[in-house]
């Protein structure tokens, strides 16, 4: 990009090394503003991802169907209703029965783990190599009652609830949350979620009016040109339209593939007859759509749980190649016509940026990091190309 700067100050030749550390001064102090306010809105991010991911839904609405409603405003007052609508129906249909089913997932949170432990005892037994992969399953019991179930079983030995935490990140090594802890924290974390609502509501009023005044507001940003912060405009203002136009690209189609896995999702957990916990699972699975790699086995593990409970070994079997199918369709129907090439990275960078992102920035780097990434590395460092005139 050409740095241009219209202040009487630099409009003259300046010696050498003059004429580059005064551009590159005043570059670095107006990328250091901008990441400083970044860091001051920092509390406020979820309101902003918010409002930029809504109003880039609703903007691409009213764009594509200009040739069918010629009238803007009618064009954004139907989007505008529509996600509304959308947001406002699942919010009171579909946050009360997740809310009941996941408080039913956690009070039988023991006896579930109880299945699954008393199943990897019974191989244990049958098989001495589940003790070479798993040496912590010795200290289990090896007496069963007539259930089928460990006869001395106890929460805090239990080996799957530890594997299964330290997979879902919410317990250190060795420690094992018991079943009122789980209840509360599936409490608290329902709480979160529904609170999270007034973010919800605040991110529509604010995206419906940026997408309604878009046209004013883009050219009160371009008169910037005509004004003594130029500079600033010059440097910044075609770095911000990439990257948004890039990260809201793959934001919408993580979206769509989420919506679809979800769907899928709930069809096969039907197939399976696990039907009473479609929406707490399908939840989770949309909510996981969002955290590539990780967030498949975050999502399997409620499946494999459910499954083993209520049909035992060869229902997990079931479930596990329904959701390999699911993932297969991902892969290699859905991320090709959704993402395109564009928006593709090699999957060995992929699992350097999650990992990267995961332990710097915590969900939001496993969230961001691929779209962020996509854009520094097709984008932002790449030479424009020359023209041909």
Known sequence: MAYEIDSPTYKHDLPAPWNILLPLSARLLVWGLLFY???????????????????YMQNFFVENLKSKIPKRLVRVLIGGALLLTL?????????PQVKRQAEFFASKHSQYLHTLDSQIAKYRNRYEIVGYILPQVEKLDSTFDERGLLSNWDLHDSVSASMLQQLIGI????????????VHGIKGL?????????????SL???????????????????????????????????????????????????????LNTGLTAIGVNLLGLGQQTAFLSIIVFLCSFIPVAGVFISSAPICLLALEYGGVQL????????WIIHIIE???????????????NPVLVLIILTLGGKLFGVWGLALGLPVCTYIFGYAIREPLASND
């Not at 690209?249 to 593939?257: D, N, Y």
């Not at 892969?331 to 990275?345: D, E, F, M, T, V």
Request: charged share 15%.
């Open 37 to 55: 306010v970044i860091y001051l809105l920092s509390s406020f991010f979820l309101l902003i991802f918010l409002t930029f991911t809504f109003a």
């Open 316 to 323: 997990v079997l079931l479930a596990i190649v329904m959701i």
């Open 87 to 95: 947001v406002i129906s699942v919010i009171t249909y579909l946050f």
């Open 190 to 202: 329902i709480g979160g979620i529904l609170t999270t609502g007034s973010y919800f509501l605040l």
């Open 205 to 259: 009023l604010f995206s419906f009016l940026i997408v309604l005044d878009l046209p004013r507001l883009t050219n009160s940003v371009r008169d910037l040109r005509n004004t003594k912060i130029r500079f600033i405009y010059l440097e910044v203002a075609d770095t911000i339209k990439n990257f948004s136009s890039v990260v809201g690209s793959a934001i919408f189609a993580q979206l769509l593939i989420a919506l």
């Open 331 to 345: 892969a290699y129907i859905l991320n090709p016509h959704i993402y395109g090439s564009k928006l593709r990275i």
């Open 171 to 182: 317990a250190r090594q060795g420690e094992v949350i018991d079943a009122r802890e789980a």
